[in-house]
Every structure is written in structure tokens, then in C-alpha cells.
């Protein structure tokens, strides 16, 4: 009797497994019952409309809603926040630089295993992961804490990455060149068929005051204001960047390439990886147009229309970025196109990442991963920015 139930239980995962497998593989991107031009725009308006209605609702919340004490809004398309305090002291990010980087000397990965034999050692920076670990858990996203006592059980074990200064760019004009700018190009965190990342935080243990930012070139960014809480939406919206929009999204949804630099991408695909890398550029530009102009008394009006497209998120030492990598329709968001600027008169960056994903098991189409992706966001703000 117990074998039978085994087998049953074998034959459902099974059928589950497949039906997901076979959702994102013929349904995903609309691409094989919606092949014809015309179809393709039909799905693509469908889906972005979805979605910028989810983005409104949010938008209405956050203007109804008390501050947060941790985190700001930075973008509504992608979400996106910013810490408003660190979460670590500089002494706790030095602490857990060195410990990581020890742990990437050993050509070792990071793993719940490698953490918890660096605890049981009294490893100073192991037990500094671990306490990252659970407030980013707990603290940012909001989520219980898990019944058990193993890292493997509940808490997302992050990557480090650490970026040297590009000795190439000093002799270069790194403003105008995005080959140099962008030195690993930009890209959406579902590439390489991570369907199911909804949302990644980047913990910057280092700081970079010129160069060195996260970039998004394709985000709407808004501006929080600390005295009066409430959004304001940047209105003046540049034809050109409207086109990289577009571009993005059938970069993705269309020609299911995920990375601006794809190895086996097509040249019209490249093509429009490199138009949405010369916004990257362009905001570098304008933004860093703007801080010399800060000196030499530029006008606000002008100051504002320079800074209406993009946002670059600078890296601060025990601080963190935390953003959405899906809409609430099951696709990837093209606006989270982003990637790391070359170093500039810093000496290096250092980052650790931490992707949190949708079980597989919660769901059995493309309109229910959706639903959870729109579940997971409404209870961040329940959680951050509870109603007055």
C-alpha cells in the first residue's frame, strides 16, 4: 500500500513538473500560439497594461501610506527601493569583505554549508552573514522566520562580486564609450532561464562617489519627498527613451534575448541591446552634466530635465538596492534592464546578491505566477508602508 501511494505521489510531482516546464516553454512569451506581427503587439499591449495597472494601485498606496522607516521609492516601473539607513556598520562590511574574499581565494562557493562551518569556526565575518542573512529576511522583505534552524532551510545564500578599477578607462573618455562604461553590457536577472527570480537585493559593501553605480537606463524615476510624503512622477518623458522602451521589451519578449551581449544573439537583437546601452550612456552623461552644473548655479527647471529618465543607484557602504524583476502578468520587466558602470577613481566595488525566487510548486500557469508576484509586492508594502 505504501509503494502504490509513493508512486502516486511520484506521478503527481511529475505531471506538475512538466505542466510548469511546458507553461514556460510554450506559453511564456506568447511566442508559439502568437507568432504573426500583428497577435504579438495584442499580447504585448495585454501585458503591459496589466502591469501598469499594478504599478498605479502602488503608486496610490504609497501616497496614502505612513513613511517607511527603511526603505524610500526610487522607480514604480521596475519597483524599486533604496535603504534609507545601513544595515551594517563599516566595520561589519570590512569584516564580511574579507571573510568573502577568503572564501573566493579557497576557490570555494558560497554555500549555507560553507556558512555554518565558518560559524561553528567563530569566523567573525561568517556569523556577520548570517546575521545579514536573517535581516534581509526578516527585516526588508518581510517574510517569517523559518522553523528551522539550517541556513539551507530558509535563508538565501547571496553571491559576492567584487569589481577592480579598469586601468583602461583612465585613458579613455568613458562618458561616450558604453564598450567602456559597461564593461559586462546590461541584462535582466531572468536571463539564463531564471524564470522565477522576482526579487534581487544588491548589498553594497563599498562606496563609489563618481562612477561605479547600478544602472537602469530604462527605469521612470521618481523623487520621495521626506516632508511631505508622496510620489511625484517625472512627466517629462523623452521620445527617445519611450523607443528604448520598446525596444527592450521586444528584445525580451520577442526575441527571448535577456542580455544585451548575448553570445548567440542576432545582429538585430545586438542592434537593440546596443540602443538601450547608449541610454546608459546618456544618463551617465546628463547626470554627471548636472553635478558639474551644481557648482556654476544651473537652473533648476534645467537641472530637472536633465534627470527625467534612468536611475543610478550608487553604491554605499552597508546600504542595499531591492528591486522587482517581473510584472504582475508572469513576464520578465524589460524596464529592469541594468548592469554595473567600470570603476572609476575608486579602486574597487564589492557586492553581495541575493535573488529571491517563486517556489515552482505555487503555482500551475503564467496567470498564477502572476498573482504571486503581485501577492508578494502588495505584502512588502503591508509590511513597509502600512495605510494611515
Known sequence: MKDISAIIIVICVSIHFCNVQCFFTNIYYGRKYESTPKKFQWVLKSATETSLSHRDEIETRLNGALTSNLLVPV??????????????????CRELSSWCKQIVEKEEKMTSQVIEDGEENNSEGAKIMIRLQKMIHEQVLGLPTPTSSCLSDG???????????????????????RLILLPDGLHVDTNNGHHFRHWTILFYLDTCNKQGATIFPLATPFEWNLYEPKLYRVKKAKTQLNEAQEDAKKLIMEDDVQHTRKVDASEESLKLGRIIENEAVSLFQKVTSTNDYNDNGVDENQKEELLNMGVRMMPRRGHFCLFSNLRTNGYPNPLSFHGGEAIGVEKSKE??????EIPLETFMSREEFGYKVKERENNLLNFHFPTK
Open 351 to 356: 557586492v553581495l546578491t541575493f535573488f529571491y
Open 155 to 177: 535563508y538565501v545564500v547571496p553571491r559576492f562580486l567584487s569589481y577592480e578599477r579598469n586601468n583602461e578607462g583612465e585613458n579613455n573618455d568613458s562618458t561616450t564609450s
Open 75 to 92: 522607480s514604480l516601473d521596475p519597483l524599486m527601493f533604496k535603504s534609507s539607513k545601513p544595515l551594517l556598520s563599516k566595520r561589519d
